[in-house]
């Protein structure tokens, strides 16, 4: 069994001089615990964020051949998750595609709760999905809502430019049409024009509609 006194000690001796402990130690002391398989249920959860990176590390890779399993995993420690790093940090686990439908029904349900990073990870999870599919990506831009929110406006922005990748007329159209504000609709703007998976020929389209939609959405 593991305490949070005794892995901060195994923490503490990978601790670099900038204070530091590495995402790469943070890995492979999970992976050193998952090998030999100590008990990390004791670790007290939210207090701690390079204990609970050991310890999410530890569950998730042990369950990552079973998603509904690794959901079930987070589930106890939603209310512990303030910040985007560690949200996105949860979402690599996830191995590609995940279980569509079921995680349409969770994100439903996270997208309700008060605490934005819950929110956060109801969008990003979807980067795991199957985003080849027209009527999933369809089904996600049916769950985007207008915000004021930085983290949500840049998750639902991040979302955007990876389903345009695979999607672009349904995507470009979304942008054509939405009644979001400009703010969020510009962050999947620069998302897509950021991004080397988006050909030459949409970011020319992309850029086109810019300024178009800004006069729009400030008239």
Request: hydrophobic share 40%.
């Amino acid at each position: 069994m593991m305490t949070n006194a005794e892995l901060m000690k195994i923490l503490d001796a990978k601790r670099r001089k900038n204070g530091r402990v590495y995402n790469g130690d943070i890995r492979q002391i999970g992976q050193e615990l998952l090998k030999n398989k100590i008990d990390v249920s004791p670790l007290v959860i939210g207090q701690n964020y390079e204990i609970d990176f050991v310890y999410f590390h530890v569950v998730l890779s042990r369950d990552h051949r079973d998603f509904r399993k690794q959901l079930k995993d987070i589930e106890p420690f939603l209310d512990t998750l303030d910040s985007w790093y560690r949200v996105d940090n949860l979402i690599t686990y996830f191995k590609k595609p995940i279980d569509f439908d079921f995680y349409y029904q969770q994100a439903q349900r996270y997208l309700k709760s008060e605490n934005i990073f819950v929110k956060r990870l109801g969008y990003v999870g979807f980067l795991k999905s199957d985003l080849t599919d027209i009527d999933n990506c369809q089904r996600i831009i049916d769950l985007f809502s207008d915000t004021k929110e930085h983290s949500l406006i840049m998750a639902q922005a991040w979302v955007m430019s990876v389903m345009y990748i695979y999607q672009p007329r349904l995507v470009f159209n979304f942008f054509r049409t939405s009644n979001f504000s400009y703010p969020l609709i510009s962050a999947a703007l620069s998302k897509c024009t950021d991004s080397y998976r988006i050909s030459n020929e949409e970011k020319v389209k992309i850029r086109k509609l810019r300024p178009i939609l800004k006069m729009q959405k400030e008239r």
